[in-house]
Nanobody
Framework: QVQLVESGGGLVQSGGSLRLSCSASGSFFNIYAMGWYRQAPGNQREMVAHISTGAGTNYADSVKGRFTISRDNGKNTVFMQMNSLQADDTAVYFC?????????WGQGTQVTVSS
């Protein structure tokens, strides 16, 4: 069983920064990919950033140049540094981990950007 716990969300002014963290616990027998989705009220969940087993990264066009995803394999943790935050970034951010063909999700952390 895999469990994911996110932290680092909160309220920030437009132009500010936040750093999200997601720590995974459980038994890992294979290398895994991790990433972040977000969901704003009334919107579908959308991919924000992904980091592969080889540390390759992908970003949504809307966050390129502002968000940076990274990972610490020794701590089973993925981070997302979010800079130049905008009101449109307001959403619940969900961490995920891909392991053995299954995607596991965290409970989500709220990010609110005030304009």
């Amino acid at each position: 069983q895999v469990q994911l716990v996110e932290s680092g969300g909160g309220l920030v002014q437009s132009g500010g920064s936040l750093r999200l963290s997601c720590s995974a616990s459980g038994s890992f027998f294979n290398i895994y990919a991790m990433g972040w989705y977000r969901q704003a009220p009334g919107n579908q969940r959308e991919m924000v950033a992904h980091i592969s087993t080889g540390a390759g990264t992908n970003y949504a066009d809307s966050v390129k140049g502002r968000f940076t995803i990274s990972r610490d394999n020794g701590k089973n943790t993925v981070f997302m540094q979010m800079n130049s935050l905008q009101a449109d970034d307001t959403a619940v951010y969900f961490c995920y981990l891909d392991l053995g063909g299954t995607r596991y999700w965290g409970q989500g952390t709220q990010v609110t950007v005030s304009s």
